[in-house]
């Protein structure tokens, strides 16, 4: 592997102005990075990666790499990228596990943080670096969210989350499972018992419905519960996805990888429209996924999926999707998948005066992160819906920063009192 991993890094022009770094979300130095692995100095190489994204490790295998830093290497006009992911990979799963993390024993501040996900995992690390005391109410048994619930293990081990729990424990983080705040414990509560500042973190849980007749039948499922375990679904032989996102790429890979005979996405546009990169579209050609385009669903049967075929036309004003005249159709299948994005859960809303959210249920931050109410801090898919991985980790870095102002704040006025 180390011998491969070389010769992808020596495929690097070493550019005076690498573009890659700018088209990665959180400018990742790497050329820098390269650089260090080339001499021999892995460790150093990890330590920068770990500083500028607590998860490069995890960003390094799920990031679209094809539309940010591998999209941008001035290599891919002519001929293949460097493989900037699979180089970043090697260098930070190797240090993960022997980084030199240590907190500073200075700090006063107890911080709670709701959710561990990819920006409740930043938060934490970052403040218990700076000697926070960190506390992560998570809802499930694991951390990690919608990493370790919500992408296939075939894309993102799960030991990798693992890995990063143990050094969270490390530095003195108190790990919380199964707390559903807002059910069981309030942010009102959480003041009550010491905690300085709250960050919630908590992501987009709830499916988004097409809302169309047939979607409560007893073989209709949304996306993201069926990620959380497919092991107990029974999907039979002949399975339709419905989806254009990575999402559902995942879902129809995994529907193979458990066994169904036949897995189709359906589409209501063409491959140029979809939101998944053509990485993920490719290999889920390569897993055996078929794809029904320009057909939209009109109702969900005992039988299967009614659609009515659409196409793209031209107005005055643009391209437009219509919908063909008595073009309705029956796809025979066994089950449904819907994976049509998804929104927040309410749970912290309902019970939690001042924290004000926007029309889709977002909390609504400024750009430091700050909700409406004093103390509460937000990042991550809460805020901005479904996004990327980095950045979420991009966003929590910024306002990791504020919260430990906000802390400093608090205290230095405890003392002027």
Same mark, same amino acid.
């Given at each position: 592997?180390?011998?491969?991993?070389?010769?992808? +890094?020596?495929?690097?022009?070493?550019?005076?102005?690498?573009?890659?770094?700018?088209?990665?979300?959180?400018?990742? #130095?790497?050329?820098? $990075?390269? =650089?260090?692995?080339? *001499?021999?100095?892995?460790?150093? +190489?990890? *330590?920068?990666?770990?500083?500028? =994204? /607590?998860?490069?490790?995890?960003?390094?295998l799920v990031c679209p790499h094809e539309r940010q830093c591998e999209g941008h290497c001035i290599k891919g006009i002519k001929s293949s990228p460097v493989k900037i992911g699979d180089i970043e990979n090697y260098i930070s799963d190797y240090s993960l596990d022997i980084l030199d993390l240590k907190a500073n024993n200075n700090k006063q501040g107890n911080v709670g943080i709701i959710g561990s996900g990819p920006a409740g995992i930043t938060i934490a690390l970052i403040l218990a670096l700076k000697g926070y005391s960190v506390t992560?109410?998570? @809802?499930?048994?694991?951390?990690?969210? $919608?990493?370790?619930?919500?992408? /296939? *293990?075939?894309?993102?081990?799960?030991?990798?989350?693992?890995?990063?729990?143990?050094?969270? &424990?490390?530095?003195?983080?108190?790990?919380? #499972?199964?707390?559903?705040?807002?059910?069981? &414990?309030?942010?009102?509560?959480?003041?009550?018992?010491?905690?300085?500042?709250?960050?919630?973190?908590?992501?987009?849980?709830?499916?988004?419905?097409?809302?169309?007749?047939?979607?409560?039948?007893?073989?209709?499922?949304?996306? &993201?519960?069926?990620?959380?375990?497919?092991?107990?679904?029974?999907?039979?032989?002949?399975?339709?996805?419905?989806?254009?996102?990575?999402? +559902?790429?995942?879902?129809?890979?995994?529907?193979?990888? %458990?066994?169904?005979?036949?897995?189709?996405?359906? !589409?209501?546009?063409?491959?140029?429209?979809?939101?998944?990169?053509?990485?993920?579209?490719?290999?889920?050609?390569?897993?055996?996924?078929?794809?029904?385009? !320009?057909?939209?669903?009109?109702?969900?049967?005992? *039988?299967?999926?009614?659609? @009515?075929?659409?196409?793209?036309?031209?107005?005055?004003?643009?391209?437009?999707?219509?919908?063909?005249?008595?073009?309705?159709?029956?796809? =025979?299948?066994?089950?449904?998948?819907?994976?049509?994005?998804?929104?927040?859960?309410? =749970?912290?809303? @309902?019970?939690?005066?001042?924290?004000?959210?926007?029309? %889709?249920?977002?909390?609504?931050?400024?750009?430091?992160?700050?909700?409406?109410?004093?103390? &509460?801090?937000?990042?991550?898919?809460?805020?901005?819906?479904?996004?990327?991985?980095?950045?979420?980790?991009?966003?929590?870095?910024?306002? +990791?920063?504020?919260?430990?102002?906000?802390?400093?704040?608090?205290?230095?006025?405890?003392?002027?009192?």
């Amino acid at each position: 592997m180390a011998e491969h991993i070389i010769d992808k +890094a020596n495929k690097c022009l070493q550019c005076k102005n690498p573009r890659c770094e700018k088209g990665c979300p959180i400018n990742t #130095p790497i050329k820098e $990075m390269i =650089n260090l692995l080339l *001499e021999g100095d892995i460790i150093t +190489a990890g *330590e920068m990666l770990f500083k500028n =994204n /607590p998860l490069s490790v995890i960003c390094s295998l799920v990031c679209p790499h094809e539309r940010q830093c591998e999209g941008h290497c001035i290599k891919g006009i002519k001929s293949s990228p460097v493989k900037i992911g699979d180089i970043e990979n090697y260098i930070s799963d190797y240090s993960l596990d022997i980084l030199d993390l240590k907190a500073n024993n200075n700090k006063q501040g107890n911080v709670g943080i709701i959710g561990s996900g990819p920006a409740g995992i930043t938060i934490a690390l970052i403040l218990a670096l700076k000697g926070y005391s960190v506390t992560i109410f998570e @809802s499930k048994e694991k951390i990690g969210g $919608m990493l370790r619930y919500g992408i /296939p *293990e075939f894309r993102l081990p799960k030991d990798i989350l693992d890995r990063i729990k143990s050094r969270l &424990i490390e530095l003195g983080v108190e790990i919380r #499972p199964n707390i559903l705040v807002g059910s069981k &414990i309030t942010v009102d509560e959480l003041f009550r018992d010491g905690f300085d500042a709250i960050f919630i973190g908590t992501g987009v849980w709830q499916p988004k419905k097409l809302n169309i007749k047939g979607e409560s039948l007893g073989h209709v499922h949304f996306a &993201i519960d069926y990620l959380k375990n497919p092991n107990v679904y029974k999907l039979g032989d002949k399975v339709c996805v419905i989806g254009a996102g990575n999402v +559902a790429m995942d879902v129809a890979r995994t529907a193979v990888r %458990k066994g169904a005979k036949e897995v189709t996405i359906m !589409y209501r546009r063409g491959f140029e429209n979809m939101t998944a990169t053509n990485h993920e579209i490719e290999y889920a050609k390569l897993d055996g996924v078929k794809f029904q385009l !320009y057909k939209s669903p009109v109702e969900i049967t005992k *039988e299967g999926l009614v659609y @009515s075929e659409t196409e793209i036309i031209e107005t005055e004003d643009g391209k437009r999707l219509i919908t063909k005249d008595d073009s309705e159709k029956l796809f =025979n299948c066994d089950s449904v998948i819907v994976a049509v994005s998804q929104g927040p859960r309410t =749970n912290i809303i @309902s019970t939690t005066k001042g924290i004000e959210v926007n029309k %889709k249920g977002l909390v609504i931050v400024d750009k430091d992160g700050r909700t409406t109410k004093e103390g &509460i801090f937000a990042s991550g898919d809460v805020v901005t819906g479904a996004k990327t991985v980095v950045e979420a980790v991009k966003y929590s870095k910024h306002i +990791a920063e504020t919260i430990d102002e906000y802390v400093k704040w608090k205290y230095n006025k405890k003392q002027i009192k």
